[in-house]
């Protein structure tokens, strides 16, 4: 037997295991603002996940994009995600990783008219806080501020706090890791009342 049937052979048995290590836990979250539905509403989402793209995977990251639209399209709300570096800040900005700064309002103002010819009448931003790796262990915490549109007021607000063990390589099984980011701030979000 060649090592890379060797390697297919565990990877099979072992993904199972290694979904099952990939958690999505929330906390603070802060209560909505009354009266606030999503639903039947347009939601622009800006997604700084892509900052840790090493760290999380293109892989997971495209699939986190696709379900989260999916998912909320399921629950009528149409959403619109703009990556980080494809903003027009984001494309020239250079990444370090030290004192590794992000202009998050810098990104947000510079496209608001496309957030205003989208209709959006909130704005959803997905910032990674937190990332630290151990050993094969990724630990990271996502904030989620949902605000209004129009008045740019904090409406709603949570952290999540995942963790996923790369075996072999940094982007495994990216669909299942994804799902379970997507499906615990869905969970979330019903659980406040936004959907």
Same mark, same amino acid.
């Given at each position: 037997?060649?090592?890379?049937?060797?390697?297919?052979?565990?990877?099979?048995?072992?993904?199972?295991?290694?979904?099952a290590c990939?958690?999505?836990?929330?906390?603070?979250?802060?209560?909505?603002?009354?009266?606030?539905?999503?639903?039947?509403?347009?939601?622009?989402?800006?997604?700084?996940l892509?900052?840790?793209?090493?760290?999380?995977?293109?892989?997971?990251?495209?699939?986190?994009?696709?379900?989260?639209?999916g998912?909320?399209?399921?629950?009528?709300?149409?959403?619109?995600?703009? !990556?980080? &570096?494809?903003?027009?800040? +984001?494309?020239?900005?250079?990444?370090? $990783?030290? =004192?590794?700064q992000?202009?998050?309002?810098?990104?947000?103002?510079?496209?608001?008219?496309?957030?205003?010819g989208?209709?959006?009448?909130?704005?959803?931003?997905?910032?990674?806080?937190?990332?630290?790796l151990?050993?094969?262990?990724?630990?990271?915490?996502?904030?989620?501020?949902?605000t209004?549109?129009?008045?740019g007021?904090?409406?709603?607000?949570?952290?999540?706090?995942?963790?996923?063990i790369?075996?072999?390589k940094?982007?495994?099984?990216?669909?299942? !890791?994804? &799902?379970?980011?997507?499906? +615990?701030?869905?969970?979330e979000l019903? $659980?406040? =009342?936004?959907?």
């Amino acid at each position: 037997m060649t090592l890379i049937f060797i390697r297919r052979i565990a990877l099979f048995f072992l993904l199972p295991i290694l979904a099952a290590c990939a958690t999505n836990q929330f906390s603070g979250t802060k209560a909505a603002t009354s009266g606030v539905s999503l639903k039947n509403t347009q939601i622009y989402i800006y997604s700084f996940l892509d900052a840790r793209e090493t760290e999380f995977g293109p892989n997971l990251l495209s699939e986190f994009d696709e379900q989260l639209i999916g998912e909320l399209e399921k629950l009528k709300v149409k959403g619109k995600i703009l !990556r980080f &570096k494809d903003s027009d800040i +984001g494309r020239y900005y250079s990444m370090t $990783n030290a =004192g590794m700064q992000i202009p998050v309002g810098q990104v947000i103002a510079s496209n608001l008219s496309n957030e205003r010819g989208f209709d959006a009448r909130y704005r959803l931003v997905i910032f990674p806080s937190k990332m630290t790796l151990s050993g094969a262990w990724r630990f990271y915490d996502i904030q989620w501020d949902l605000t209004e549109s129009q008045t740019g007021k904090k409406v709603w607000s949570t952290t999540s706090h995942g963790k996923h063990i790369n075996m072999w390589k940094n982007d495994e099984d990216p669909r299942v !890791r994804a &799902k379970t980011i997507v499906d +615990g701030i869905i969970v979330e979000l019903r $659980n406040s =009342g936004l959907l």
